[in-house]
C-alpha cells in the first residue's frame, strides 16, 4: 500500500529552524514524483517544494534559500529542512507523492498519495 507520513512540524521562534521529514511506505521515490505543499486554514495552497524521480528539486520563491529538500534513500524518506524560520511560514506542511509532476498549487490535495499534515508554528 502506498503511503506517505509526515513528522518533524512544531513551534519555533522567528530565525529558528524545522526539519520535516516525509516517509514513503509502498514506493521508493524513484517512482513518483513528490512534493511539499503549505496551506494556511482559509488560505490557498502553496506548494513550497518538489522532487521528480530524476532527483531534480525546485523551491518557492517563498522559501529558496531557506529550504533544502534532500533523500534519505536508505531510509526512504524525503526530508525538507527550514531555516531562518518566519512567522509567514506558519502552516500546515503535507507531503504528498504521484505518478504526475506537481507543477504548480492547484494540485494540492488532488491526485496522488497524501499525508496528515505536520503543523508549524512560527511565533515573531
Known amino acids: 500500500e502506498v503511503q506517505v507520513a509526515e513528522s518533524g512540524g512544531g513551534s519555533v521562534q522567528a530565525g529558528g529552524s524545522l526539519r520535516l521529514s516525509c516517509k514513503a511506505s509502498?514506493?521508493?521515490?524513484?517512482?513518483?514524483?513528490m512534493g511539499w505543499f503549505r496551506q494556511v486554514a482559509g488560505n490557498e495552497c502553496e506548494l513550497v517544494s518538489t522532487?521528480?524521480?530524476?532527483?531534480?528539486?525546485h523551491y518557492a520563491d517563498s522559501v529558496k534559500g531557506r529550504a533544502t529538500l534532500s533523500r534519505d534513500i536508505a531510509g526512504n524518506t524525503a526530508v525538507l529542512q527550514m531555516n531562518s524560520l518566519k512567522p509567514e511560514d506558519t502552516a500546515v506542511y503535507y507531503c504528498?507523492?504521484?505518478?504526475?509532476?506537481?507543477?504548480?498549487?492547484?494540485?494540492?490535495?488532488?491526485?496522488?498519495?497524501w499525508g496528515q499534515g505536520t503543523q508549524v508554528t512560527v511565533s515573531s
Open positions: 509502498g514506493f521508493t521515490f524513484h517512482d513518483r514524483h
Open positions: 522532487l521528480s524521480t530524476d532527483g531534480t528539486i
Open positions: 504528498a507523492a504521484d505518478l504526475v509532476y506537481y507543477e504548480d498549487h492547484t494540485r494540492c490535495r488532488k491526485g496522488g498519495f
